[in-house]
Each structure stands twice: as C-alpha cells, then as structure tokens.
Antibody, heavy 116, light 106 residues
Framework: QVQLVQSGAEVKKPGASVKVSCKAS????????MTWVRQAPGLGLEWMGW????????NYAQKLQGRVTLTTDTSTSTAYMELRSLGSDDTGVYYC?????????WGQGTLVTVSS | DIQMTQSPSSLSASVGDRVTITCRAS??????VAWFQQKPGKAPKSLIY???SLRDGVPSRFSGSGSGTDFTLTISSLQAEDFATYSC?????????FGGGTKVEI
C-alpha cells in the first residue's frame, strides 16, 4: 500500500534552516510528483509547491520563492523540503502528499517549531 | 490568487443528520476541486477529487457536486467517525488554494 513517511519533529531558531524528508513506498516513485503543504497552528492548509519526481521540475508558492527548495532522490524514493531563513510564522506542521495537483496520499506530517 | 470561501466555518450535528458544506471560488475553477477530511493531530485525508469523484475506500455517504464557482460536500447520514474538519481545495490554477475549513461537531 502507498505510504509516505516523514522525518521527525524539529525545533529551530529564527534565521535557521530546516530540511524535512518524505520517504515513499508502495508505488513507483518516479511516476508521481510530490506536493508540500503546511498548516500553522489552528489555521488552514497552505500550498507550498510541488516537484516532479522524474525530472525534478518545480513550482513554488510565490510567497516562499527564494526560501524553499524541493528536491527528490529517486534512488531512495525520498522527497525533501528545505526552508531557509525561518521565522516564527513558519511554525507549523509540514506535509508531503503524492501528486502535483490534487493529492491522494499524505504523509503523517512533521512539526517544525521556530523559537528562540 | 483564487480564494476559496467555505461556509459554515463550523456546525453542530447529530448522528444520522444530513450535512452540507459549501465552498465558493472567487473565480471559476471548472471542476478542479478536491475535498479533504482532517481529524485533530492527523494528516488530511482525500475524500473527493474533480468535484464529484469519490476516492477509493471512501464511504458512499460522502458526495460532492458543483462546477465553476460553487461546490458542495454532502454527508448523507452523519456517522460518529465523521466528526472532523473538512476543507476544499482548488487545483485549477497556481497557487493552489484551500478553503478555511468547516468543523463538524457533535
């Protein structure tokens, strides 16, 4: 069955970077893209961007452009999301989800806390 | 950016009730709307895509309808496990955007 397993919770200081991983199994990794979505505490879902697993094409949310980088490693079926220059408003749960438009399977989420 | 406005933001219902949640797009998104269910501390679960197509394994009491700017998610007979927050999403154009969510409470 399709599974997306994300890395564990992170605590970062303002200005630092975080890199979250998402290991896929149960399907052919290169045939699907990966979307990243985040959710601030008590708020709604926010699309961050997507990456095509095969050729690495990306599409980022404009508000995160320049701070976020999505990558994949097809040899390990793993997708990565790196976010730089963290601020307190980056605190939240980060999800990977299979697909580049509407996502069918989601990872369990990774809590990123930005605090001094 | 396309805004997705959900209503109501919350509702109280009982087991067996018929529940309808609406989502209005600020501009036409054709049929490119998905609906998700999210329980506290859990990842969203995909229920419906392309406005009315039910995901495999999702109970048939869930249904979606609409096109253009107005969409609805209906739960025909609410079950105990359906108490959750429901969100719509448009994927017609970037950036993809979500509605603010509807919390369905007992």
């Amino acid at each position: 069955q399709v599974q997306l397993v994300q890395s564990g919770a992170e605590v970062k200081k303002p200005g630092a970077s975080v890199k979250v991983s998402c290991k896929a199994s149960g399907y052919t990794f290169s045939t699907y893209g990966m979307t990243w979505v985040r959710q601030a505490p008590g708020l709604g879902l926010e699309w961050m961007g997507w990456i095509s697993a095969y050729k690495g094409h990306t599409n980022y949310a404009q508000k995160l452009q320049g701070r976020v980088t999505l990558t994949t490693d097809t040899s390990t079926s793993t997708a990565y999301m790196e976010l730089r220059s963290l601020g307190s408003d980056d605190t939240g749960v980060y999800y990977c989800a299979r697909g580049t438009a509407e996502a069918d399977y989601w990872g369990q989420g990774t809590l990123v806390t930005v605090s001094s | 950016d396309i805004q997705m406005t959900q209503s109501p933001s919350s509702l109280s219902a009982s087991v067996g009730d018929r529940v309808t949640i609406t989502c209005r797009a600020s501009q036409g998104v054709r049929n490119y709307v998905a609906w998700f269910q999210q329980k506290p501390g859990k990842a969203p679960k995909s229920l419906i895509y392309f406005a009315s197509s039910l995901r495999d394994g999702v109970p048939s009491r869930f249904s979606g309808s609409g096109s253009g700017t107005d969409f609805t998610l209906t739960i025909s007979s609410l079950q105990a496990e359906d108490f959750a927050t429901y969100s719509c999403q448009q994927y017609d154009s970037y950036p993809l955007t979500f509605g603010g969510g509807t919390k369905v409470e007992i």
